[in-house]
């Protein structure tokens, strides 16, 4: 795609402008005469001289100095030399005319100012053109002089401002400044064209394309008649804003205005060739090349023109445009452009020096936005190595286009490859970002899939199978073995080893298929292969097959040394020290200097706990200058310094120097590895073994949430537990660390795990752990020791408790006896690389002590175990007796609650006999009542009959008969409110108190049966046939509490009346009958009352509620009359 370098229009713009700025400061000194008169000076003559034909400057200064001619006419002199291009003329007479014209008239200081800005303008221009740096700062130099001497004259004049300004912008670091005066002009004269011309060139190097343009439209509408350049910078904005149609209008507009005009040709050729059709390329070249013809040192023609024979590969062509168009302009852009055109040509020839030093130097002149030589550049760096920085100029390309396809597909390669973790993690951003603009892309997966092989092996196998899939269903091509290697090395990473062995059988035979084309590297890959596969087969534990392989690939290639070194994993594994020994110094007569060979000898030797021999093999490592930086090799010797204060024969004064060695290979690793866990973890046990605690549990802390898959940090935070005596958390990280990384077969952790059951009191959950270890390693006599160091403490414990039980003393006397065997055994037999076998035989001495001492422990238990068996005969002897006692009282009251509820069942059957037909109702109509003056009375409310009576017995002689009832009744009362007085205190005040909801439901009962309201309703005649109670039992039975006395439900003994009475014995027998309904209703087994039925129902209850109120009424009256006798009233009432 061509472009348009904005650096030339505005070298046009500034053409453009100058043009109309000089014809507007010359319209005073060029007039349309064909002479020039300088006066004589004293006479009235005149010397006239054709502008045409003028003569040597040497002589026209002459004759000014000798005449003393005004200033002014030194400056027209010197501006029709200019005309007709005799530059060192017009310098000359400029230059004269500072010292020697005569300025002794009006306004000549204008005259000066216009001398010194026209030479100044010319100087301007000659830099402009000037090539070489130091020539051009002393024209800049100066002009800058002589604006600075016009500035002192004439500061304000529009004219001066505007060359000035045009200097300004120029020079290139001044286009405020030039902003500044173009503004200022156009504030004394809005409609000046070179200021209007000027704004917009510095909008437009300001990246505002659309106020530029108004700038131009503004110029255009002053002066419709303007230059073709007008047009031309208009075109360029349109272009820059997007309008290629416009833009083409305002090039061809330029174009008719100005036939000549190169500019506008090549923005026509430019567009022309973006149109990226047959004709419209042709006719652009042949744009490009009318303007070559118009104007062969046109920069921009022949970059353009470059460009297009590299497409047609003539790459001399390309060569010689660039070149000359480098050299024929002094715009950055210009140069970068032609550079670029330049080193691409060396760099398809295969010339990468001088592609190298082209691109360079294009890098060095081009601006932010063109970043093509940047990723030729980058290419150069890639064939030379340096991938740093080729990575570097890529990234320059990707912040200016950050989805460019090519940029992002090589950045991903170079980052897969490097060692910084951030970079790989660009480099998996970025071939993600391919692989989804392009899912096609093969490569990209390829190469994402290799990155996300140490990050994400599911995501891997996915990438590797999707590019799998697509070889075979896009490309149509079989599917290299290096993939299906790669694929079966993810499976076996992820465990599924079926498939990693399916994957490696067809690799095989891929290669076995290949192998035609070139034996050589598909034999070289089917080693590599077998490799692979006899891992697999140690992971299933076929080991005979994988020997059988590693063997195979020794004998073609004695040299593999991985071969041997899982050999001789496999022989330590089967705890054959010796063998494995062998193997790994067969691999070391293959390459001495082979680091994992001498690190594994290493191990071998830590693991028997010969500290020295390994230390010296990891030394060893690190003197290599190869290896030097080996951070496993450090971690090891700093693990050697540490481990040394856990033998027995260390020397506790150089605990802290060794403890401080650790400490420096530990942080030796950190420096090299920022991010390496177990260096952090040894720094973590230093600080534990200092006694730094808390310290060290923050970094096993930190450790732990960086990586859960690492045991040693868990059991380390399980050790800082137990020393911060947190057993309960170190019981728990221990069997959690079982749990997970070991399945409860780990020795060293149930030692760990036992250790924190004994220091917490927990002896028997610590041997029980113990006993779990000693299935797992019967021979391991650590194991043993401290199996009898917690049987005999266990022993101890229960024979100097005086509450022990005989068997607990006898078990305890017999693990002693256990424990003392073990001790003497361990004595001589034991591993005095574990513990001191001193302490074993001091151990067996205590058990020994104890046990000349078991006898009497032994005595006492059993006199303590007699008392209590006797003790406990005894008390189950007077148990039992207890026990049948209990038995014959429940007997004998089980016998009396029998034949009392016999009894009663008898009573009740009889009651039930005598009660079943003991009330009828009939309904009968009221008569009419006449009503009466004054308070209501009680027994006016209707007519109870009785047997004895007819039916005219109640009326108006009830009522007195009734009222003295309740008078005597009252009466009597009181008197037995006296006796209980007398007898009980106070229970006439506690009735008062306590009994107003008794007293209320005895009125109700009175009310509900004895009585009938004053109303309109229905009402019932009650007709009896039970025996009334006497006056005495009455109100006895009302005043005791039911159970007392008379038997609830039966009916008074005393069948007798008081017809005296009245109403009133005939509500007091009515309420009797009630209370045995009452009695009936709560005795009867069938729960069967005989009650009214319907409204009758209804009008007994508001008859209730009626008297109810009445009667309190009655009282409150009876209250206001006789107050002293209140308390009598109530007591006979109740």
């Known amino acids: 795609t061509f472009s348009l370098v904005p650096d030339p229009l505005r070298t046009r713009c500034f053409g453009a402008c100058e043009g109309v700025r000089r014809d507007t400061m010359t319209s005073r000194y060029i007039s349309s005469a064909t002479s020039i008169e300088i006066p004589l000076r004293d006479t009235d003559e005149v010397i006239e001289l054709d502008v045409e034909q003028l003569p040597d400057g040497e002589e026209v200064i002459s004759i000014l100095k000798d005449e003393r001619a005004p200033l002014h006419i030194w400056v027209a002199l010197a501006l029709h030399y200019y005309k007709q291009g005799k530059f060192d003329d017009f310098v000359s007479v400029l230059e004269t005319s500072r010292t020697d014209a005569d300025v002794s008239y009006k306004d000549h200081e204008k005259d000066q100012m216009v001398a010194l800005d026209t030479l100044a303008a010319h100087y301007v221009q000659l830099a402009r053109k000037e090539k070489q740096k130091e020539k051009r700062k002393e024209l800049f130099a100066q002009a800058t002089l002589l604006y600075t001497t016009a500035d002192k004259i004439v500061m304000y004049d529009p004219n001066h401002l505007l060359g000035r300004a045009y200097f300004c912008l120029l020079e290139g670091d001044k286009m405020d400044q030039a902003e500044a005066q173009f503004n200022f002009v156009l504030q004394q004269s809005p409609e000046s064209i070179p200021a209007l011309l000027g704004k917009a060139c510095i909008s437009f190097n300001k990246k505002d394309f659309k106020g530029a343009l108004a700038f131009y439209k503004k110029a255009l509408r002053t002066n419709p008649n303007c230059p073709g350049a007008v047009r031309l910078g208009m075109g360029h904005c349109f272009l820059k804003l997007g309008n290629s149609e416009k833009a083409r209008l305002a090039f061809q507009r330029a174009l008719d205005l100005d036939k000549k005009c190169v500019g506008a040709l090549v923005g026509l050729a430019v567009l022309e060739l973006n149109s990226k059709n ?11 090349s009318k303007a070559y013809t118009i104007d062969s040192s046109y920069p921009m023609v022949l970059n353009h023109l470059a460009d297009h024979f590299f497409f047609k590969k003539d790459y001399a062509k390309v060569q010689h445009l660039a070149l000359h168009a480098f050299h024929g302009t002094d715009v950055e852009a210009m140069q970068a452009e032609s550079c670029y055109q330049l080193a691409r040509a060396f760099h398809i020839q295969g010339d990468h020096d001088q592609a190298f030093q082209y691109y360079y130097q294009a890098t060095q002149f081009a601006s932010g936005g063109y970043v093509l030589p940047h990723y030729g550049l980058g290419q150069m760096y890639i064939a030379r190595g340096d991938t740093e920085n080729a990575a570097l100029c890529l990234e320059k390309v990707l912040a200016s286009q950050p989805n460019n396809y090519e940029t992002l597909k090589i950045l991903g390669s170079l980052y897969a490859s490097s060692p910084d973790p951030k970079k790989r993690e660009a480099a998996r951003g970025h071939l993600k970002k391919v692989t989804e603009e392009t899912p096609d892309d093969v490569e990209a997966l390829i190469e994402l899939a290799g990155i996300l092989e140490q990050m994400d092996i599911s995501a891997s196998l996915q990438a590797y199978e999707k590019a799998s899939q697509m070889l075979k269903d896009t490309v149509g091509a079989e599917v290299p073995p290096e993939i299906l290697n790669n694929i079966a090395a993810l499976h076996f990473r992820c465990g599924d080893y079926e498939k990693a062995k399916s994957y490696y059988e067809q690799t095989l035979e891929r290669c076995r298929q290949e192998r035609l084309q070139d034996e050589m590297y598909y034999s070289n890959i089917t080693v590599s292969i077998n490799y692979n596969l006899a891992r697999l087969y140690e992971e299933l534990c076929d080991f005979e097959r994988a020997e059988q392989l590693y063997k195979g690939i020794l004998k073609e290639h004695p040299s593999y040394v991985d071969c041997y070194l899982r050999l001789g994993c496999m022989a330590r594994d089967r705890e054959q020290i010796y063998e494995a020994s062998d193997w790994f110094k067969e691999a070391l007569q293959k390459n001495q200097e082979h680091a994992d060979a001498w690190a594994l000898i290493g191990n071998l030797h830590l693991a028997k706990h010969e500290w020295g021999p390994g230390q010296k093999k990891f030394e060893r490592i690190l003197k290599n200058p190869e290896t030097k930086s080996d951070t496993y090799s450090n971690l090891s010797l700093g693990n050697v310094w540490l481990q040394t204060l ?30 390496n866990l177990y260096a952090a973890n040894g720094i973590g046990s230093v600080l534990a073994h200092k006694g730094f605690f808390r310290e060290a549990r923050d970094v096993f802390a930190q450790v732990r949430e960086a990586t859960a898959d690492m045991p ?38 149930l030692l760990y795990l036992a250790r924190a059951y004994f220091m917490s009191g927990r002896l028997e959950d610590c041997k029980t752990t113990l006993l779990k270890a000693r299935h797992i390693a019967p021979n391991d006599s650590l194991l043993l020791f ?13 024979l100097r408790n005086e509450m022990s039980k005989l068997p607990q003393v006898v078990g305890a006397v017999r693990e002693l006896e256990m424990a003392q065997r073990f001790f003497v055994y361990l004595s001589k037999e034991g591993d005095h690389m574990k513990f001191d076998l ?35 005969e005894r008390q189950e002897k007077e148990r039992e007796l207890i026990r049948q006692k209990h038995i014959e009282e429940e007997q004998e009251k089980a016998r009396e609650r029998d034949l009392q509820s016999q009894k009663m069942e008898e009573a009740r059957q009889q009651f039930k006999l005598k009660t079943q037909n003991l009330l009828q109702f009939r309904e009968e109509t009221p008569e009419p009542k006449a009503k009466t003056p004054g308070r209501k009375k009680k027994g006016a409310a209707g007519d109870i009959y009785s047997e004895g009576e007819g039916d005219g017995g109640g009326g108006e002689t009830a009522a007195p008969s009734a009222k003295k009832k309740r008078r005597r009744s009252r009466k009597k009362v009181t008197s037995s409110e006296q006796v209980d007085s007398d007898t009980g205190g106070d229970s006439k005040r506690k009735r008062r108190k306590s009994g107003a909801g008794g007293r209320d439901k005895k009125r109700a009962k009175i009310n509900e049966e004895g009585e009938e309201t004053q109303s309109g309703r229905k009402k019932k005649r009650v007709i009896s046939k039970a025996f009334i109670s006497d006056e005495e039992d009455s109100s006895g039975e009302e005043g005791k509490p039911r159970g007392e006395g008379v038997e609830p439900g039966l009916p008074s003994s005393s069948p007798t009346p008081r017809a005296e009475e009245g109403s009133s014995a005939s509500s007091q027998s009515e309420s009797e009958e009630s209370e045995v309904e009452e009695t009936n209703h709560q005795d009867n087994g069938s729960g069967v009352e005989e009650e009214p039925q319907g409204e009758g129902l209804k009008e007994k209850e508001e008859a209730m509620e009626s008297t109810q109120k009445e009667s309190e009424d009655e009282e409150q009256g009876e209250g206001q009359r006789s107050p002293d006798k209140s308390d009598e009233n109530e007591a006979a009432m109740e």
């Not at 050790?719 to 069997?735: D, F, G």
């Not at 401290?786 to 229960?798: F, G, M, P, Y």
């Not at 001495?845 to 005595?859: E, F, I, M, P």
Request: charge should be positive; hydrophobic fraction near 35%.
């Open 278 to 288: 047959h004709d419209s390329i042709k006719k652009g070249v042949e744009l490009l």
């Open 646 to 675: 856990h033998t027995s024969a260390r020397d506790r004064a150089k605990d802290k120097k060794h403890l401080e060695r650790a400490l420096d290979y530990y942080k030796d690793v950190l420096r090299k590895d920022s991010r």
């Open 712 to 749: 040693d940090v868990w059991l380390n935070l399980a050790h800082i537990y137990v020393e911060q005596k947190q057993y309960i958390s170190a019981i728990q990280m221990y069997e959690n660390c079982l749990k997970k990384f070991y399945s409860f077969h780990n020795t060293d952790v």
């Open 838 to 872: 001193n302490f074993a035989t001091h151990e067996a001495r205590k058990c020994a002590d104890y046990l000349s001492q078991a006898q009497h422990h032994v005595s006492r238990a059993r006199k303590v175990d007699d008392e209590e068996r006797l003790m406990r």
């Open 786 to 798: 401290n199996l009898a160091l917690v049987e005999q403490r266990s022993a101890i414990a229960v």
